[in-house]
């Protein structure tokens, strides 16, 4: 039984471990800057709990201790899904982004991280009963360990957090420690039932909390590669009901306006309406980045303003956004309308048949605390313009600051684009302010002739005239992306 406990502590340092990242996402992101605070806190709790373990083992060999130390890494569990909101929140725009990834890493991952690596050396003392066989002892509970982590990563990754949600997840894991403690020793039964009992209150609690919230039409939702929230929102400005998509602590990616689903109800999404302007006899368009898929319901509903008929290719990684979008934004099938759940990248380098497309529209940098790096480099670029027909224009999202501090992502994005289209042109949404962080709108032109950035229609002229003439790039601005040198999440630190 000892080595069932073993194992199963070894799934769990996994599951919380990549549980993690998606209970940090709502508040601090998913950038590499989170990623590497979990494994770095969580390598350093093993490691002093290895240490700590093997010293305590040796005064005290006794299965009875190892179950409790078990059953306190069951109240830790319980704790990271009791406190994880309320620390979050408190946390987030008190410190930057570094210091708040690691001051949550901290208290909510090292005491269970540190109290499930004390079980390892723990459990090789307790089976340690000849020393000419200890070297083969301990290799086998670790590697019984380690074969646990894997399970838990497997599960985890490739199912468990979509099946049942992150809080669900952590719970049970806390579940599975009580399970493993019951393993290590048979005794205490009162100790591990009423931590079992605990949990199951906390269970229960957090059911009727998440039931209230989605009686509110708040829903917070797990998909395979994400946690998303909707909900419901007002435009203090104008009184329209809205409901948002947010994949991080940003703000919305996507929103509908409830009384007219196919309007364009974020700002920057509008000035996807340019594709027209300067292409007007779309043929096919691609869109890397669907989300709650607003433009592309835009496109299809208003065809005349975009050739005629046009056929749309949408590539969103995520299938589980999709279909939050069909349940929750109005996204319906419609002729010539294609969904494609891929990695942008890959669906560029697989599917995208060169001279293919009139107008490409990047919406994949939706927040500036997760940005997909392979995404914003010269060789993405040039996948772009070999998808593009001889006319083709790309028309990026990228949110940054056009000037000061906050604009090394802008600037890198710029030099990027420039280093393979001939024209690039930017559009400012808060002009007024060029130093605040804001969406920019990137138009690159694959033919060498000048772009027209004027136009006749009321519409189209308000948005060419947030034109922005950028400064001269300089020799310490930051280099063109490329695939083996892109440290966008480090040009948004400062963000």
Known sequence: MLEIAVFLCGAVVMVLELAG?????????????????LIGVVLGSLSI????????????????????????????????????GFLLSFLQNRAGLTAATLAATVMLFVPVSVLLGMVSPFAVRLRMDDAKKSGRTAGNLYALSTVGSIAGTFAAGFWLTAAIGTTNLVLCMAGVLVAAAF???????????????LIGFATLGLATYDKQLNQADIHDLDTPYQRVLVYNARNTETGE??????TGPEGSQSAVDLSDPTRLALPYTRYYRLAGHFRPDIKRMLMLGGGGCSFPKYAMSRPDEFGGRPR??????????????????????????????????????????????????????????????????????????R???????????????????????????????R????????????????????????????????????????????????????????????PVLTDDFAPVDHYLLNL
């Open 183 to 197: 393993c290590a020793h048979k005794g205490d039964l009162s100790a591990k039932l009423a931590v079992a009992a």
């Open 49 to 84: 709990g290895y240490w700590w373990g093997g010293r305590i083992a040796d005064k005290r060999p006794e299965a009875k201790l190892l179950s409790r130390i078990i059953l306190l890494a069951a109240v830790a569990t319980l704790l990271i899904a009791g406190l994880k």
């Open 312 to 385: 749309m290719d949408v590539v969103e990684i995520d299938p589980g956004v999709t279909d939050i979008a069909k349940q929750y934004f109005g996204l319906k099938a419609v002729p010539g309308l294609a969904l494609h759940h891929d990695d942008a990248r890959r669906f560029l380098n697989r599917e995208a048949a060169p001279g293919s497309y009139q107008v490409a529209l990047v919406d994949v940098f939706t927040s500036h605390l997760s940005v997909p790096f392979h995404l914003a480099t010269k060789e993405t670029a040039q996948a772009l313009s």
């Open 241 to 246: 009901r809205l409901r948002m998509l947010s």
């Open 387 to 417: 998808a593009l027909d001889a006319d083709g224009v790309v028309l990026v999202n990228c949110i940054s600051a056009p000037e000061g501090p906050k604009s090394r992502f802008y600037r890198a994005l710029l030099a990027t684009y």
């Open 21 to 37: 990242s998606r209970v940090l996402a709502p508040f601090l992101g998913t950038s590499i800057i989170v990623w590497t605070s």
């Open 419 to 478: 280093s393979v289209f001939p024209h690039v042109e930017s559009f400012l949404l808060e002009p007024e302010d060029p130093q605040s962080l804001q969406n920019i709108i990137l138009a690159a032109f694959k033919s060498p002739a000048a772009p027209r950035l004027t136009s006749q229609n009321p519409e189209y002229a308000a948005m060419l005239a947030m034109h922005y003439q950028p400064p001269a790039l300089t020799p310490s601005d930051p």
